[in-house]
């Protein structure tokens, strides 16, 4: 899936749980529907005893983020797999254009990082996410850091 999406900065978008592993089949079937969702994808190589794989795994387990303004909730909870609504202080939780194109710039890998004095175990600011994160591993280029408060794996290049 492509992870590229252009839309008006005033949009806002819903996080809509899934069942699990079923996040790239909902987002279709909403397609299908001529619903707006996004379901932001990791490129993954899976490695097998017999061969490797290159897959698309989903960034957001359980989750998929619908545009508020191309649905009504009958379609969306006419799909099995759909679990419900993100929801934060008894209303729907909601998510703006500018969060949702810094995440796909992050997962499209425009974003690079001078390398300093980072070490594993740091505490740093993630580009791009501008989220803090944990230093996991550093190796050659490549960074992985844990986001502190979502507990998801990400990388980046160093510069």
């Not at 303004?69 to 009958?74: A, G, L, R, V």
């Not at 004095?117 to 993630?126: H, N, P, Q, R, T």
């Amino acid at each position: 899936m492509n992870n590229t999406y252009q839309f008006s900065n005033k949009s806002t978008w819903s996080v809509l749980y899934t069942k699990s592993r079923a996040e790239k089949k909902v987002a279709k079937k909403l397609k299908d529907l001529g619903i707006t969702a996004y379901c932001p994808t990791l490129t993954k190589v899976s490695n097998w005893s017999d061969r490797k794989k290159t897959i698309q795994k989903p960034a957001l387990p359980s989750m998929i983020l619908v545009k508020d303004t191309s649905y009504k909730d009958e379609q969306i909870f006419s799909l099995n797999s759909v679990v419900g609504f993100m929801s934060q202080k008894g209303k729907r939780a909601k998510v703006y254009q500018k969060e949702v194109d810094l995440l796909a710039s992050f997962l499209d890998g425009k974003y690079t990082v001078k390398k300093s004095s980072i070490e594993i175990g740091d505490l740093i600011e993630v580009p791009v996410l501008k989220k803090d994160g944990r230093v996991l591993k550093i190796n050659g280029t490549s960074c992985w850091v844990q986001l502190v408060n979502i507990g998801l794996s990400v990388s980046f290049s160093l510069g």
